[in-house]
């Protein structure tokens, strides 16, 4: 392309490139980071920047070599990946568009971007794929296939985004390829270009009007799908409402989500039911201690979770969740560690999540002392026993007359009585707070004779009451429900959680695969500490897989320490507890936690252990570098050359000092500025050096070796004249070795 004609086919290409990128952006809603369509547009312009570079196919190389690094800066833009990696480059990118374009066929259009990450990545790759296209066009000068390229790349989104504004922008169409045909023909254009040009821009405003494909976007191509449909996403609503009139699963599992993680079975949790009222549990706006973790909680569990059929708001984490990243996906959340999609979860949607999921063994437990702060034990918490009913905490006096005195001074809980009857002939008289938990633990799971089942019988009480004191039989809803309450009543700060268990782990993967038939119910109790802790009092039977693989929970399940002394808060270990885990104190088995300003100044020590390092190696390199300059000086036998070296050396020492008068200074020169800087006489070493420089042939090699050595003695004596900070900032000075302002 003749240089003349670069700045029309620059202007041409970008407004053809802004017209697709808006075609584009019109998908999205709320338009999110538009910045990134224009730098992908941007981008795709280079084939058309770079003509003058080489002739001939030369030419077709700089222009292929141009859009090839284009190609891979637009990818790292679209998808975030970066071109660092070779390896992992292509293939991550490979599917993350292909998970974006498949999801075009489940997500209605305009989509979130903020939520469907995958598809804003694929739209920016469309439009630097067409804009490329057409930049290769008009340098090519071909204004018809640039048209067609135009028209294609600008009508098919038009087509996906419905009839809203389509008129408007399909004269926006018509301009643009006026401007190609304008900007790129010399001569007069032939009457019939025109006529085709509009009759196809008109037919993409058809297009984009036409009932027949623009229903709220391309859901309605599902037919079209060369690949299997996605499961149709399914809600677990009927687990998570806290119902006791029975439960159904599906007859076909649906996995709605997958989890990459650690091979550890946990629960994932999706919320927490923090008040009991009206005879079941409720959830509320989380409370402050819904989030209360001790102050060790540093080493945190990373998920990485892709949603694949579930239909719901809340984002799941595994165990206590701490805290989420979903990219910019608008999450609201009011306490760490509980979070929602109000536009709710889709297909494909990915986030990250940190959960705190401790280890304890049954003994550590039991060493855990009933200290609750006041935000779980203040009335309208997690003491409570009805709306704004609170029960004395664990280890207050005359707890049991206390309850007793709350149930009389309330008659809506006189029906409860015997539930709580049965929480104290359980568990009341156990000695600290996780022996309370085991006991009603097992006695759910093994010792109390129930049962698991879907569809137990009704009775004519308070469900949970009848669930305790006559049927004996319930599903997951009823073991949480029951077991939480009774932790209240025996003063144990408690609370229900929903969400999964574990399901099956996928070790090729690495995935934990969750399906709809793991959604359950459990309990959390907290321990000082600890912070919440899961229990699981629902027994064998049910259909969901997995179960808490914690220590203290494998003990609960055994019955192993539920009447000895590791229980009862004596010192005896469990011999079933003889393997240490992370962070635990070698040879005590007891998990440490320190306190924050303990925490935080070993942090701050080994930040500080790890500048030093880093300094003290950038030091060492320095002098090492130094060194090496000096001694390469002296690998001669010529002594002219070596008292050029010995000139050469002063000359440094001097500037490391930031004398910059020495940069250029002769011998005499350099002698005066010792003399007059650092009051030190030079001349013995100025003599020596001169007499091998300049003397006659036959004495130079005696007085080069005494310049050496009269060198060393000045430097000496001038060490001495300089103070301490003065010598180390000239040893790690880099002005001698070119560094200078």
Request: with cysteine; charged share 15%; proline share 8%.
């Given at each position: 392309?003749?240089?003349?004609?670069?700045?029309?086919?620059?202007?041409?290409?970008?407004?053809?490139?802004?017209?697709?990128?808006?075609?584009?952006?019109?998908?999205?809603?709320?338009?999110?980071?538009?910045?990134?369509?224009?730098?992908?547009?941007?981008?795709?312009?280079?084939?058309?920047?770079?003509?003058?570079?080489?002739?001939?196919?030369?030419?077709?190389?700089?222009?292929?070599?141009?859009?090839?690094?284009?190609?891979?800066?637009?990818?790292?833009?679209?998808?975030?990946?970066?071109?660092?990696?070779?390896?992992?480059?292509?293939?991550?990118?490979?599917?993350?568009?292909?998970?974006?374009?498949?999801?075009?066929?489940?997500?209605?259009?305009?989509?979130?971007?903020?939520?469907?990450?995958?598809?804003?990545?694929?739209?920016?790759?469309?439009?630097?794929?067409?804009?490329?296209?057409?930049?290769?066009?008009?340098?090519?000068?071909?204004?018809?296939?640039?048209?067609?390229?135009?028209?294609?790349?600008?009508?098919?989104?038009?087509?996906?985004?419905?009839?809203?504004?389509?008129?408007?922008?399909?004269?926006?169409?018509?301009?643009?390829?006026?401007?190609?045909?304008?900007?790129?023909?010399?001569?007069?254009?032939?009457?019939?270009?025109?006529?085709?040009?509009?009759?196809?821009?008109?037919?993409?405003?058809?297009?984009?009007?036409?009932?027949?494909?623009?229903?709220?976007?391309?859901?309605?191509?599902?037919?079209?799908?060369?690949?299997?449909?996605?499961?149709?996403?399914?809600?677990?609503?009927?687990?998570?409402?806290?119902?006791?009139?029975?439960?159904?699963?599906?007859?076909?599992?649906?996995?709605?989500?997958?989890?990459?993680?650690?091979?550890?079975?946990?629960?994932?949790?999706?919320?927490?039911?923090?008040?009991?009222?009206?005879?079941?549990?409720?959830?509320?706006?989380?409370?402050?201690?819904?989030?209360?973790?001790?102050?060790?909680?540093?080493?945190?569990?990373?998920?990485?979770?892709?949603?694949?059929?579930?239909?719901?708001?809340?984002?799941?984490?595994?165990?206590?969740?701490?805290?989420?990243?979903?990219?910019?996906?608008?999450?609201?959340?009011?306490?760490?560690?509980?979070?929602?999609?109000?536009?709710?979860?889709?297909?494909?949607?990915?986030?990250?999540?940190?959960?705190?999921?401790?280890?304890?063994?049954?003994?550590?437990?039991?060493?855990?002392?009933?200290?609750?702060?006041?935000?779980?034990?203040?009335?309208?918490?997690?003491?409570?026993?009805?709306?704004?009913?609170?029960?004395?905490?664990?280890?207050a006096p005359g707890r049991e007359a206390a309850v007793a005195e709350v149930i009389g001074a309330h008659p809506v809980l006189g029906r409860y009585a015997p539930l709580v009857e049965a929480a104290f002939r359980v568990a009341g008289h156990a000695a600290t707070p996780y022996a309370t938990a085991a006991a009603l633990e097992q006695w759910f799971r093994t010792t109390g004779g129930f049962r698991y089942a879907n569809h137990p019988a009704a009775g004519g009480g308070a469900p949970l009451v009848d669930f305790v004191a006559s049927t004996r039989a319930g599903y997951c809803q009823h073991f949480a429900g029951a077991m939480a309450l009774m932790l209240r009543y025996l003063g144990v700060p408690a609370r229900v959680a929903v969400g999964f268990s574990s399901g099956a782990y996928d070790g090729g993967r690495g995935v934990w695969k969750v399906s709809d038939h793991d959604a359950h119910a459990w309990v959390e109790v907290w321990f000082a500490g600890y912070g919440w802790l899961p229990f699981d009092p629902t027994p064998a039977g049910r259909p969901e897989h997995g179960q808490l693989s914690a220590p203290y929970a494998a003990a609960a399940r055994s019955g192993g320490g539920v009447g000895g002394r590791a229980i009862r808060g004596g010192s005896q270990l469990d011999p079933r507890e003889g393997a240490h885990h992370h962070g635990e104190q070698e040879g005590t088995g007891v998990k440490t936690f320190d306190s924050p300003a303990a925490h935080g100044g070993s942090r701050q020590g080994s930040l500080i252990v790890l500048v030093a390092t880093v300094l003290a190696a950038l030091a060492a390199g320095v002098v090492l570098l130094k060194l090496a300059l000096r001694g390469s000086r002296y690998l001669t036998r010529d002594p002219r050359r070596v008292a050029a070296a010995c000139r050469r050396e002063l000359a440094d020492y001097l500037l490391d000092q930031q004398i910059d008068a020495a940069r250029s200074a002769t011998l005499h020169e350099l002698g005066a500025l010792v003399r007059h800087e650092l009051a030190v006489d030079p001349d013995s070493f100025v003599g020596a050096a001169t007499a091998a420089r300049f003397g006659p042939p036959e004495g130079a090699t005696v007085a080069a070796r005494r310049a050496r050595r009269e060198l060393r003695a000045l430097r000496r004596a001038m060490r001495v004249r300089l103070r301490a900070r003065d010598r180390v900032r000239g040893l790690l000075s880099l002005r001698s070795v070119g560094f200078a302002p």
């Open positions: 392309m003749p240089r003349a004609g670069l700045p029309r086919a620059l202007a041409v290409s970008a407004v053809t490139a802004a017209v697709l990128a808006a075609a584009w952006l019109r998908l999205e809603s709320p338009l999110d980071r538009p910045l990134r369509a224009i730098g992908v547009a941007a981008l795709a312009l280079l084939p058309v920047v770079v003509p003058g570079l080489a002739r001939g196919r030369g030419a077709v190389a700089v222009r292929v070599l141009a859009a090839t690094v284009a190609a891979v800066l637009a990818a790292w833009i679209a998808f975030g990946v970066s071109p660092l990696h070779p390896r992992h480059f292509p293939g991550t990118v490979g599917s993350r568009f292909g998970n974006g374009f498949l999801d075009f066929y489940d997500v209605k259009t305009p989509f979130d971007p903020r939520v469907h990450a995958e598809m804003r990545g694929t739209i920016l790759a469309a439009v630097f794929c067409f804009a490329l296209a057409v930049s290769f066009a008009v340098a090519a000068r071909r204004p018809l296939l640039a048209c067609l390229v135009l028209l294609v790349g600008a009508g098919w989104p038009a087509t996906l985004r419905g009839n809203g504004g389509a008129l408007l922008f399909g004269v926006v169409i018509l301009l643009a390829v006026l401007v190609v045909l304008a900007g790129l023909t010399t001569r007069h254009i032939p009457r019939a270009v025109l006529p085709a040009a509009v009759g196809l821009a008109l037919a993409a405003v058809a297009a984009s009007t036409s009932a027949a494909v623009a229903k709220g976007g391309l859901v309605s191509w599902q037919r079209w799908d060369p690949y299997t449909a996605p499961q149709t996403p399914v809600s677990v609503s009927f687990v998570w409402d806290a119902q006791y009139n029975g439960i159904t699963f599906p007859k076909k599992r649906t996995t709605v989500l997958e989890v990459k993680a650690p091979r550890r079975s946990l629960y994932w949790r999706a919320a927490v039911l923090d008040e009991f009222t009206r005879d079941r549990w409720d959830e509320t706006l989380p409370l402050r201690a819904d989030a209360l973790e001790p102050a060790g909680a540093r080493s945190l569990l990373r998920q990485d979770v892709q949603i694949l059929a579930l239909s719901d708001t809340r984002l799941v984490g595994a165990s206590v969740p701490l805290r989420f990243d979903a990219g910019d996906a608008p999450l609201e959340t009011h306490v760490p560690g509980i979070a929602s999609l109000p536009t709710g979860l889709t297909r494909g949607f990915r986030y990250t999540a940190w959960s705190y999921a401790p280890r304890p063994t049954a003994s550590q437990l039991a060493r855990s002392r009933p200290r609750y702060p006041v935000e779980l034990v203040e009335r309208g918490t997690f003491l409570d026993v009805w709306h704004r009913v609170n029960v004395p905490a664990f280890g």
